[in-house]
C-alpha cells in the first residue's frame, strides 16, 4: 500500500529535552568524588584522544549543577535525559557504595524538580568502572549481576522522585569501538566471538537491570533502553522502496556490531536473529538456555539515537544503497544530513517492536564560536534540527507511537575520541574559563518546545540582540510558512 503523506501536530504530553552523559559533562574526577572508569585510563594512552584532550574536568557539571539547570529551565526544557556515573557510586563498581556519589544524583534531580523538568536516568553511558575491567569487564559473565546490583543501588535512591529509566546507551558503538576496532575505550581489539561473548553479556545486564528497577523502585517506573539506530531509509514512497528500506534496517549483512536486529530482537522478541546467526557462524558462542530469559524482560519504550542514515533502493530484490551526491550537506563530524532518516527509523522500529518509541539523541557537531557581539549564531543546527524534525512530525502523521525528542546535547562537552574538537551543544561552552553562552538555537528550541513543535511551519527571521553581549538572547519572528514537503 502507498503510504499516504499528511501533516500532522505531535501528540499532546509529547516530551521535549535535551541529553548529556555524566563522563561528557560532569568532572569531579578527584580520587575522593569517584573511582576511575575505563576512559580514564583510556585518555592516558598517547594519541588516543584528540588534542590529548580528557574527560577529568569535562564541563564541571559537577560544580555547576544549579547554574546548569538554571539555563535548561530558561530554554523551557521538560525533560532531562542524563546517565549516572557507574564509579561514581561505587567506586571499584562493587561492594562500599559513595554517599557523597550518590548525593551529587541526589542534589541534580531535586533541582531539575525544583525547575519543573523531569529527570530521565540513564544508567550505563560507556565509563565502565576500571577496578571491573581488570576483572575482565564485560567479557566476564559476572558483569551482568555486578550491572544489576549497581543499578539497585540508584534505584533504591533516586526512585522516589525518577520514574522514568535507561538501561544501557548504545551498544552496538561501545562494543564495537571500544572492543572490536580500539578506538574507544577500552580500546581493545577483541575476535568477533569475544565481542558477541561481550555483546551478549551487555544485554543479560539490560535484563537484569530491568528486572532490579522493576523490584526496587518506590514509584511505577517507564523503562526502556536507548540502542543506536542504524537506519536505512527509501529514496521515494513505493512500496518495493519502502520495504527495501525496511529490509536493509532489519538486516544483519556485515559481520559486525553495526546493526539493529542482533541487539533488539533478543531484548524486545526473545531470539537472536537467524541471518546473523547465520552470518556469525561458528562465531556465535553457545550460552546457556536460560539466559534469553534474563535478556527479553518487558520494557515500556524503545529509546533510539538517530543522527544520520543511509538512502536505498531495491535494485535486483535486495536493498541497494544511493551514494550522496557530491557536496551533499555534512555536519562538522562529516556525518552527511538525513533528515528521513527520523522518519522512517522510528516508524520501521515501532513496528517491528511494538513499542512506543522516543528519539533519545538526535544533533549535530557544528562549527560554532563566540561572535565578537557575545553570540552564538548556529543558524546551521537549527536547520537540521528543524529538517529532522518535520521528518518526525511525519512519521507521527504515518501513525508510529512517538512520544518525545531528546536533542543531543545540553552542552558543549567531551565527545569522547574527538576531545573538545566536536560541538553538540544547544549551550556553548568556553573549555578553558567554563562560561556558558546559550546558542541561538537554544532560543529557538525553546520556541519549539513552548508550542509542541506547532512553530516549527514558520521560517525564522533573526534579529540578535546586541544590547545582551554574553547572553545569546536571540528575538525569532515567524515569515510565511514553507512547503512541508520542500522541506523534509
Not at 512530525?393 to 531528546?406: K, L
Not at 538555537?441 to 533573526?462: C, E, F, M, P, Q
Amino acid at each position: 500500500m502507498r503510504t499516504t503523506v499528511k501533516t500532522s501536530d505531535f501528540p499532546a504530553g509529547f516530551v521535549w529535552g535535551a541529553a548529556s552523559s555524566s563522563y561528557q559533562v560532569e568532572g569531579g574526577s578527584s580520587p575522593d568524588l569517584r573511582g576511575e572508569s575505563v576512559w580514564d585510563a583510556f585518555c592516558r594512552k598517547p594519541s588516543a584522544i584528540y588534542g590529548s584532550h580528557t574527560g577529568e574536568r569535562a564541563c564541571d557539571h559537577f560544580n555547576r549543577v544549579e547554574g546548569d539547570v538554571a539555563l535548561m529551565a530558561g530554554m523551557g526544557l521538560r525533560a532531562y535525559r542524563f546517565s549516572v556515573s557507574w564509579p561514581r557510586v561505587m567506586h571499584a563498581g562493587a561492594g562500599p557504595v559513595s554517599e557523597a556519589g550518590l548525593g551529587f544524583y541526589d542534589r541534580l534531580v531535586d533541582t531539575l524538580m525544583a525547575n519543573g523538568i523531569q529527570p530521565w536516568v540513564t544508567l550505563f553511558h560507556w565509563d565502565y568502572p576500571l577496578d571491573l575491567f581488570r576483572k575482565g569487564g564485560w567479557l566476564n559473565r559476572d558483569s551482568a549481576q555486578w550491572f544489576a546490583d549497581y543499578t539497585s543501588v540508584v534505584v533504591r535512591r533516586l526512585s522516589d522522585r525518577v520514574t522514568h529509566w535507561m538501561t544501557i546507551n548504545e551498544p552496538q558503538v561501545f562494543l564495537q569501538l571500544g572492543h572490536g576496532e580500539g578506538t574507544h575505550a577500552p580500546g581493545i581489539r577483541l575476535p568477533l566471538r569475544e565481542q558477541l561473548v561481550a555483546a551478549h553479556h551487555v544485554m543479560r545486564a539490560h535484563g537484569l537491570a530491568v528486572r532490579a528497577i522493576r523490584a526496587e523502585a518506590r514509584a511505577p517506573s517507564v523503562i526502556g533502553w536507548a540502542p543506536v539506530g542504524h537506519i536505512e531509509f527509501p529514496v521515494s514512497e513505493d512500496d518495493a522502496a519502502v520495504s527495501a528500506a525496511r529490509s536493509g534496517t532489519f538486516s544483519i549483512s556485515k559481520r559486525d556490531l553495526w546493526n539493529n536486529t542482533w541487539f533488539g530482537d533478543p531484548v524486545c522478541l526473545g531470539r537472536y536473529p537467524d541471518d546473523g546467526q547465520r552470518l556469525y557462524g561458528s562465531d556465535f558462542p553457545v550460552f546457556p538456555s536460560s539466559d534469553m530469559a534474563e535478556i527479553h524482560q518487558p520494557i515500556d519504550f524503545y529509546g533510539v539515537n538517530i543522527y544520520t542514515g543511509e538512502p536505498v533502493q531495491q535494485s535486483g530484490g535486495v536493498p541497494t544503497p544511493v551514494p550522496p551526491l557530491p557536496g551533499a550537506a555534512r555536519t562538522a563530524f562529516g556525518w552527511t544530513i538525513e533528515p528521513a532518516a527520523l522518519r522512517w527509523g522510528p516508524r520501521f522500529l515501532a513496528e517491528r517492536y511494538n513499542l512506543p518509541v522516543y528519539i533519545t539523541e538526535n544533533g549535530m557537531s557544528s562549527h560554532d564560536w563566540v561572535d565578537v557581539d557575545g553570540r552564538v549564531l548556529d543558524t546551521a543546527r537549527i536547520d537540521y534540527t528543524r529538517r529532522y524534525l518535520l521528518a518526525l512530525r511525519q512519521a507521527v502523521a504515518d501513525g508510529a507511537d512517538i512520544r518525545g525528542y531528546f536533542h543531543w546535547s545540553i552542552l558543549d562537552n567531551f565527545e569522547w575520541a574527538e576531545g573538545f574538537k566536536e560541538r553538540f551543544g544547544l549551550i556553548h561552552v568556553d573549555f578553558e574559563t567554563l562560561a556558558r553562552t546559550p546558542k541561538l538555537s537554544s532560543r529557538w528550541y525553546r520556541d519549539i518546545i513552548a508550542t509542541n513543535g506547532r512553530s516549527l511551519k514558520h521560517r525564522v527571521a533573526l534579529e540578535a540582540d546586541s544590547s545582551a553581549p554574553g547572553t545569546g538572547d536571540q528575538q525569532l519572528k515567524p515569515l510565511q510558512p514553507p512547503t512541508v514537503g520542500a522541506m523534509v
